[in-house]
């Protein structure tokens, strides 16, 4: 009698845990397929829908951004109620899978594939080598875009990191240090295509005797000069390429203030009082003490606007398209790539810019081992 | 001189020098911004800086020569100036009186010109109107003719920018935190593997993946779709989310998270109600980073929204301006305001946040 209890318990028992198997199995395949057929019947709605726009802009906030967490939500439920084992096991997975998985996809897979297709033709069928390679490094536009891009980099990091640490210098000594650093910060915000339009207001030219509009012509005339199309004035190829670096130098110097700034902040007020004290001039002090103290700094802010110029794009291609010797090696990408339709030459120009950033891959990797015990 | 009276000098070039580059900085959005209130005329006809006190000629009397009997073949005499009708042309200027030959030789007439202080100081909205609207507008030139000028219809690309930037912020913070939580506080295989590609992707160029990419979003028929522009946009921001929020995720003190784990919470309990809402400041600047970032990019929605007019982002819109209308500068000053209004007013409201993002880190892909 009580054996058949205890049997009829442990059936009973037995029937609970496989109904709670089969409902938990039910559970972890029917909530993702729900959870799919939510954000599948968004995206149609979206693609498709003919409501006002402002409408559909924020379904596909709500949709894009609640989508999201509702797969974590969702996937996170289902290791959950697996066994303890399996949940230690699966959970940080769950954590980790989507990053990892949208890295490869868009940066690691595709430089790959991007390689791949740099050795074949124009349409990606027939191999050719290095072909492609050849010509990106003997054509005639090629070499020009080489030309301004290492003058972009030089004078466009140079002088960022001059003007940077000129102003974070000035305003550590100045009673308006914060109003003043938000004014050099501002044009951080704004778009390329807006610094060019800023920028092409100011170079805008008129013929000799009309009222210059364009601040510099109007400086220039004023002067007693002629005016000119700046950035267009062919006599002084590759001069001019100067008159569109200058619109990074607006934009990045107050980065590079930003970082100075707070590194300087960071030097022991009472090395300075030394320096003072051994008879040190201001200048001194700045070249002997502060410069070796922010090394460190000065190598991050100029290898980021290195990195930043070498892949320079938008400004290019707003203001000149390319015309008047202004190439440069990411609109050559862009023209070889999306319209001359050469995927194979243009590939290989995306590799050429991947292999120029390779040295600051390896210092950063090399930074990151030496810093911590991962 | 004296110490103090050094230092005083010392402290007058600092300030002078920090104002002269603060004017040079922001001299060139105050000439757009200027402009883009003063009306179509204005802007063709004078410079913007003719807003400040500036000495300008006013036409004070008009002379019909033949009424004087002046003899315009020779040596004429006005207003205590003398002149030949060739240098009246020019314009004949003495001292702060200016007279102007208008018209031809037989029946032109005289200008007697005063040099007087003046400022431009009639603004208007209608550049704004037009590059704003989506409808044509009526626009009188000054000699009467109306011209139709189709508007630039940047509200919607105002909206749809908004629509991709957004869940482009929203969705990789979201993605990163769970990934830096993990990297911080869990033990899994391939964790410093995948750690190291975070770090090794982090100033790989996005112009490696714009190919094959593009051909995979041609498949899905994702193009010109704002999911594949916030995938995107996922994806090239997501190697600096994640370690950035790694670095900040991987310093909270131990002790918070190993009491919540006594208390018998679970990974994904302390992630939402211990992680995030410690980790605001962190969310903030990148956030702060990575909306800026996407409301200015034009390389990426260039190639993957396409040429669709009803889904341009407002960079598109601006960049489509400049092309076609490269002198109209009454719609490109107000235009490339509209594209900055909303980075401006993040950027002054939450500057705090967006400079500790830039001191976090700063090497972006």
Known sequence: MT???????????????????????????????????????????????????????????????????????????????????????????????????????????????????????????????????????????????????????????????????????????????????????????????????????????????????????????????????????????????????????????????????????????????????????????????????????????????????????????????????????????????????????????????????????????????????? | MGASSQRRLNVLIVNFALLLLVLIWTIPTLGIFVSSFRARNDIQSSGWWSILPHRAWETSRVIVPSELGLDPTGVMEVEGISATFEEMRAGMQDGDTRLIWIGNRRLGRIEVQERKWTVNWTFTMENYNQVLSGKDIEFTRADGTVEIVPGDNMTSAFINSLAVAIPSTIIPILIAAFAAYAFAWMRFPGRKVFFIMVVALLVVPLQIALIPILRVYNFLQLNGTFLGMWLAHTGFGLALATYLLYNYISGLPRETLESAFIDGASHFTIFTRLILPLSVPALASFAIFQFLWVWNDYLVALIFLGGDPETKVITMRLADIVGSRGNDWHLLTAGAFVTMILPLAVFFSLQRFFVRGLLAGSVKG
Do not use: C, H
Request: net charge positive; proline share 4%; charged share 10%.
């Open chain 1, 3 to 374: 054996q058949f209890g205890a049997m009829t318990e442990r059936e009973a028992n037995v029937g609970t845990k496989v109904l709670a198997f089969i409902s938990r199995v039910f559970l972890a395949a029917i909530i993702p397929l729900i959870a799919f057929a939510v954000i599948y019947a968004g995206f149609i709605f979206l693609r498709d829908s003919n409501a006002p726009k402002w409408i559909v802009a924020v379904v596909a906030i709500i949709w894009g951004v609640g989508g999201v967490g509702l797969l974590y939500w969702v996937f996170n439920g289902i290791v959950e109620r697996m066994p303890d084992q399996w949940t230690t096991r699966l959970q940080p997975f769950v954590f980790v899978g989507p990053a990892v998985a949208i890295l490869i996809f868009y940066l690691a897979w595709p430089t790959l594939v991007t390689f791949r297709l740099s050795l074949l033709d124009r349409n990606g069928v027939a191999f050719v080598g290095l072909q492609n390679y050849v010509a990106a490094f003997s054509q005639r536009l090629m070499l020009e875009s080489f030309r301004n891009n290492l003058m972009w980099i030089l004078f466009g990091s140079t002088f960022s990191v001059i003007s940077g640490l000129l102003v974070a210098v000035l305003a550590d000594r100045s009673r308006w240090e914060r109003v003043a650093k938000s004014f050099i910060f501002l044009p951080m915000a704004i778009s390329f295509v807006g610094a060019g339009v800023i920028w092409n207001f100011i170079y805008t030219v008129r013929p000799a005797g009309v009222p210059q509009i364009g601040l510099l012509n109007a400086i220039a005339t004023g002067l007693g000069g002629a005016p000119r199309a700046w950035y267009a004035w062919t006599d002084i190829i590759p001069w001019n390429n100067l008159f569109l670096i200058v619109i990074v130098i607006w934009l990045q110097t107050g980065f590079a203030m930003v970082l100075f700034s707070a590194a300087l902040k960071g030097i022991p007020g009472e090395l300075m009082e030394a320096g003072r004290i051994d008879g040190a001039t201001e200048v001194q002090i700045f070249f002997r003490i502060m410069i070796p103290y922010i090394r460190g700094t000065v190598i991050t802010v100029w290898t980021t606007i290195v990195i930043f110029t070498l892949k320079i794009f938008d400004v290019v291609w707003v203001m000149t398209g390319g015309q008047f010797s202004t190439e440069v090696i990411a609109t050559q990408f862009y023209r070889q790539s999306f319209v001359a339709r050469n995927t194979g030459y243009g590939s290989a120009i995306a590799i050429v810019l991947l292999i120029a950033v390779i040295p600051v891959m390896i210092y950063n990797l090399r930074q990151f081992r030496e810093q911590e015990a991962f």
